[in-house]
């Protein structure tokens, strides 16, 4: 294992104590991260990386992917998008993420997820709370931390509180509640999405029920994403999965496509009408529709198939779907990307507040909240929004702007 502090006097002094992905340009930053480190599996060979972007009151939050082909770099883009998420959203926590290159459908990943884990303890028992992402699924990072006796993947923040055992309790009692398209912990990144989607669309002025939508990606995020707009009244012209993109121009039944969906995310052909067109995968960049939502892997969009885009605006509900160069040909044709740190960031923000006791178990209020939050990020953004002023991206960007957060106090 190597450990390799950067920087560490720019930040807090005293705290520290499944599918095929083009290649990845080296991600620029304003300054290096916190620390990396890199860590390999000495059954299968298998090689992890945890970075921690910034670290804020000691503190810092980010899933943990796994996939074939995880590189370092990708890893510390993504801790990046991670401390642009909590200072958009003002959390009182930095951004941190953790990577492994592994095949998450090999029998033997989740041995290799726990054996990271354990690697990782010192971070996860005190700075790093992690969550699921790429490959990764909640329930399954929640059986490692119970293997380790950590109870749940926050477990870094609720062992903060006076009342570890009551906040666990309120904690898993927030994630469980059933609000409508699921288990609130589960759908509530893709309600975010969908609100993102939704704001947009309002400032465009344009009618909900006229707006069509291809989606990415059919896991929590756009699966999620996908069952919001339907519900909403958005034409949900086409959805892809790991298999294939399914295509109807004049809207799929979304609820029937995911209830079919296995454990990998796939939607059951044999449910699929015969009526819907069954295309690549990688058909739905083309899609032409109002609304593109990648859902589903970094660096989908990139400068090779940019040019394929019909849509009119991107919401981004993967993290880092788009390459920079990609979204610089996307703003020159006046195509409007709303950054996956925006769009994408409701679950971490709405996790924080549940930490912190601003929501509860009532998905009402859970909704109601981050909606009122991405109605007005999103708008801000797009009111005023000229191609030529550059990349949404780039008037959105709060990492190089001071803040103080408030204290970092767990109930």
């Not at 926590?93 to 459908?105: E, N, R, S, T, Y």
Request: glycine share 8%; net charge negative.
């Amino acid at each position: 294992m190597t450990l390799t502090p950067m920087d560490p006097t720019a930040l807090d002094p005293s705290a520290l104590e499944s599918l095929p992905v083009p290649d990845q340009p080296t991600p620029s930053r304003h300054r290096p991260p916190y620390l990396r480190i890199e860590w390999v599996d000495e059954v299968t060979g298998a090689v992890g990386y945890l970075v921690v972007d910034s670290l804020v009151q000691g503190m810092a939050t980010g899933g943990t992917r796994m996939r074939a082909g995880c590189t370092i770099d990708e890893v510390a883009d993504l801790a990046r998008g991670m401390s642009n998420k909590t200072a958009a959203f003002d959390l009182p926590v930095g951004g941190a993420k953790g990577g492994i290159d592994f095949d998450p459908k090999d029998p033997r990943a989740l041995d290799v997820l726990t054996r990271y884990c354990e690697a990782m303890s010192p971070f996860l028992d005190q700075h790093w709370v992690t969550a699921e992402d790429l490959g990764v699924s909640q329930e399954t990072i929640d059986t490692v931390f119970e293997r380790l006796g950590m109870r749940q993947s926050y477990h870094a923040a609720i062992e903060r509180s006076p009342d570890p055992t009551a906040t666990a309790d309120r904690v898993m009692a927030g994630l469980h509640a059933h609000a409508p398209g699921g288990l609130l912990g589960d759908v509530i990144g893709g309600y975010g999405v969908a609100q993102a989607c939704l704001a947009a669309t309002r400032v465009n002025g344009k009618s909900v029920t006229e707006t069509s939508v291809a989606v990415q990606g059919v896991g929590t995020m756009g699966g999620g994403a996908a069952f919001y707009l339907h519900e909403a009244g958005m034409r949900v012209v086409a959805l892809a999965d790991a298999v294939g993109t399914l295509y109807d121009a004049d809207g799929l039944d979304v609820p029937l496509l995911l209830a079919s969906r296995n454990r990998y995310g796939e939607i059951d052909r044999a449910v699929v009408p015969a009526r819907v067109a069954q295309l690549s995968r990688d058909a739905v960049i083309g899609t032409r529709c109002d609304i593109l939502v990648p859902a589903a892997v970094s660096y989908a969009i990139t400068a090779t198939n940019a040019a394929d885009v019909e849509a009119d605006l991107i919401v981004e509900a993967a993290n880092a779907p788009t390459t920079v160069d990609a979204e610089l040909d996307l703003t020159a044709r006046g195509i409007a990307v709303i950054p996956d740190f925006i769009a994408n960031a409701g679950a971490v923000a709405w996790a924080w507040w549940l930490l912190l006791e601003y929501v509860g178990d009532d998905y009402r209020d859970s909704f109601r909240t981050l909606g009122a939050q991405m109605d007005a990020k999103v708008s801000s953004l797009l009111r005023d929004w000229q191609p030529s002023s550059g990349p949404i991206r780039w008037a959105a960007d709060v990492s190089s702007t001071a803040r103080t957060p408030a204290p970092l106090v767990i109930p």
